[in-house]
């Protein structure tokens, strides 16, 4: 995972700016943690940027929210899900729908 950050990266400044800062920073962070036991591949995410946003957030009161950031993982994984299949139609190799 990198460290590097984006040129445009900027620190949230109100309330609802760390919320969403740090409901995005829980939701990568997880997304993180599926790549390191490779659940999933794709761009590196900047995991000291998100334990930075969330322990900034902590320190202002401002935590993850657990249904919101589960809710975003639920549908990240259904259009991963939705893209395989779509893949596997392409090819003609077609397994049937996921659970």
């Known amino acids: 995972m990198s460290s590097r950050r ?4 900027r620190d949230p400044v109100t309330p609802q700016e760390w919320q969403e800062a740090v409901n995005a920073a829980c939701l990568m962070r997880n997304v993180a943690d ?3 036991y490779g659940l999933l591949t ?3 995410v900047d995991v000291a940027r ?3 946003l969330l322990e900034r957030g902590a320190a202002l009161g401002i935590h993850p929210e657990p249904a919101l950031v589960e809710a975003s993982l639920k549908s990240l994984w259904q259009r991963l899900l939705l893209r395989a299949d779509n ?3 392409a090819t003609g190799n077609s397994r049937g729908r996921r659970p």
């Open 6 to 9: 984006s040129p445009v990266a």
């Open 34 to 36: 599926c790549m390191m």
């Open 42 to 44: 794709g761009p590196a």
């Open 50 to 52: 998100c334990d930075d």
């Open 87 to 89: 893949r596997q139609l």
